[in-house]
């Protein structure tokens, strides 16, 4: 039975941020994912990192663009922590070998994103995402003696002991069949955020809520799930992402007039605006009428405003997206594109070291909601939250280890994650596949909770996905082998998927205001004096989620009316 001082599930930046933390603290560390490390969902991100590292800047005002975009439901204390400590991690980024793109003068050279201020974003063309992953990666090879990597293994639950702390995990090794217990003094979740439930979304096949429902089943509280940040540039043929950096090099957004409509939805910030605000204008004007392509369902992204060279240099993998996927030449042409679902702001609630409510249970980056985001994030400070928290749960998380004994686990997990694996394989062929399953869910929370959302379309949203809770317990799957059977991973994946959703819905139809990305149709308004609290969902005995409160904290910033 492994057995090590910390254990991180998850191997994205925020895992292997925060194994880089724990294994220079001198502590041992195991770090498991269900892919390959470099094929994490990070790798996707494109536009770049925030940090206040220009003479010009500073990070109070990268503090409080961050609680303004929020729309003041971000937790201030966090959002400092996080804000202030971004200047170092960057640098500290460059130093191990992260190739940001500088300046003519030999400077970092920073782009504007949406709801910042000023110029902060640094960037490494539009694959930031992808060339921190591998520089993290590399670096952990500098500790592989005590540094174990348990690539393409898959966790099936959380091991609690009898006082409520949780002391390891089960896995399965993917590649085998094999299953083992895992021992940990502490475990940190840092395995992504849940956008398969959305169909379309800009997430990988692997964003399916695997870390946020295993907290949740143990007892964690999951925090502001109803906050999901659509993206505004997606293409409207798959969803595939489009990244900000586009409007950030002075791309425009146009109707079918021809129209730059984000004037009348944001005059001074026009489409760098926060990504709540432009996804609502784009989607206020496809519904009114004015959106372009078949059925009007999009609107054009002009990129050909921005000067070739520039977008060849800054912008290449959109250019390759846009031949390859739409057959469109963005440096000649506009792309057709339209709000996609993105990323979600809420998660399993953590204190600023990434702690949750269960005594040696950690989480970082999508994963968790520490609630530096609040009801939106602004674009960029996702690679920023995953490194930040990452490092400072493995940090903690080892601080911790060195003054505890290693618990002991017994096999009584795994028989039972074994016996469910069985009875999946074993399944008779009639019910639904879970591909179908999966396919409703997706198009379901795509329509009812989504851009806009009203009370009627959320009971049936909650609905569907009850009826599907049942239905995934009969559905059935067709590989009964050992080897990669991605077939019964995906099984268990959808029960995941759905307790992820039905807490998003759930915490919806409870948030009666407008604010960040839940906009309800059936209240328009942004209603502090009832609703400036977290929502937080807990598991019940009959298998429904419970609602909680929770205060924003708040440091220096009142609430104010977010105009851009």
Not at 202 to 219: F, P, S
Not at 230 to 247: C, D, K, Q, S
Not at 288 to 305: A, H, K, N, Q, W
Not at 361 to 372: D, F, N, R, T
Request: proline residues 3%.
């Amino acid at each position: 039975m492994p057995s090590h001082d910390v254990l991180i599930i998850g191997a994205g930046l925020a895992g292997q941020r925060a194994a880089l933390a724990a294994a220079e603290a001198g502590v041992t560390v195991a770090i498991m994912s269900k892919v390959h490390p470099v094929r994490s969902h990070s790798v996707a991100a494109a536009g770049g990192i925030n940090a206040a590292v220009s003479v010009t800047d500073d990070w109070r005002s990268h503090a409080y663009d961050t609680v303004k975009g929020s729309d003041f439901l971000g937790d201030q204390d966090a959002i400092e922590v996080m804000c202030s400590e971004a200047p170092a991690e960057v640098l500290h980024l460059e130093h191990i070998g992260v190739t940001f793109h500088r300046n003519d003068d030999g400077q970092l050279d920073l782009r504007a994103f949406g709801g910042a201020s000023v110029k902060r974003t640094a960037y490494v063309a539009d694959i930031t995402g992808q060339a921190i992953l591998h520089v993290l990666y590399e670096q952990l090879m500098k500790h592989s003696d005590t540094v174990d990597r348990y690539e393409e293994w898959f966790t099936t639950s959380l091991i609690l002991d009898e006082s409520g702390a949780c002391t390891g995990c089960v896995a399965r090794n993917i590649r085998t069949g094999a299953m083992e217990t895992f021992t940990a003094k502490n475990v940190i979740l840092a395995s992504g955020g849940a956008g398969q439930v959305w169909k379309p979304t800009t997430n990988a096949l692997i964003c399916t809520a695997d870390g946020i429902a295993q907290a949740y089943r143990v007892g964690v509280p999951l925090m502001d799930m109803e906050m999901i940040q659509y993206h505004p540039t997606t293409l409207v043929e798959n969803g595939f992402l489009i990244t900000e950096g586009a409007r950030g090099e002075g791309a425009h957004l146009l109707n079918a007039d021809g129209e730059r409509f984000m004037e009348k939805y944001a005059p001074n910030k026009m489409e760098l605006a926060s990504r709540d605000v432009v996804s609502r204008a784009e989607q206020t004007e496809i519904n009114e009428g004015r959106g372009v392509g078949p059925d009007g369902s999009g609107i054009y992204l002009d990129i050909t405003v921005v000067p070739k060279k520039r977008t060849l240099e800054s912008l290449r993998e959109i250019v390759n997206i846009g031949k390859d996927f739409a057959g469109v030449d963005i440096t000649r042409e506009p792309i057709l594109i339209r709000p996609g679902q993105h990323y979600i702001m809420g998660g399993v609630k953590t204190d600023v070291n990434g702690e949750t409510p269960v005594s040696g249970l950690y989480a970082a980056g999508e994963v968790a909601c520490v609630s530096v985001h609040g009801g939106n994030r602004l674009g960029a400070n996702s690679l920023l939250d995953t490194l930040i928290f990452g490092r400072r749960s493995g940090e903690h998380a080892a601080a911790r280890a060195k003054g505890m004994t290693m618990p002991s686990n017994d096999d009584s997990q795994l028989q039972r994650d074994a016996a469910e694996i069985k009875e999946i394989i074993g399944r008779a062929k009639t019910g639904r596949r879970v591909s179908e399953i999966k396919d409703e869910l997706g198009t379901v929370m795509n329509r009812y909770v989504a851009v806009f959302r009203d009370e009627p379309g959320l009971q049936h949203a909650h609905e569907v996905v009850r009826r599907l809770k049942e239905e995934a317990k009969t559905a059935y799957i067709d590989d009964q082998g050992t080897v990669f059977n991605q077939d019964v991973l995906g099984a268990i994946e959808l029960g995941y998927m759905l307790d992820a959703a039905e807490c998003t819905v759930v915490a919806a139809l409870e948030r009666k205001e407008s604010r960040g990305a839940q906009f309800r149709t059936d209240f328009p308004e942004r209603n502090d004096e009832e609703w400036q609290k977290h929502i937080n969902t807990t598991i019940d005995g009959d298998d429904v989620p419970k609602i909680h409160y929770s205060p924003v904290t708040i440091t220096q910033w009142q609430p104010e009316e977010r105009k851009y």
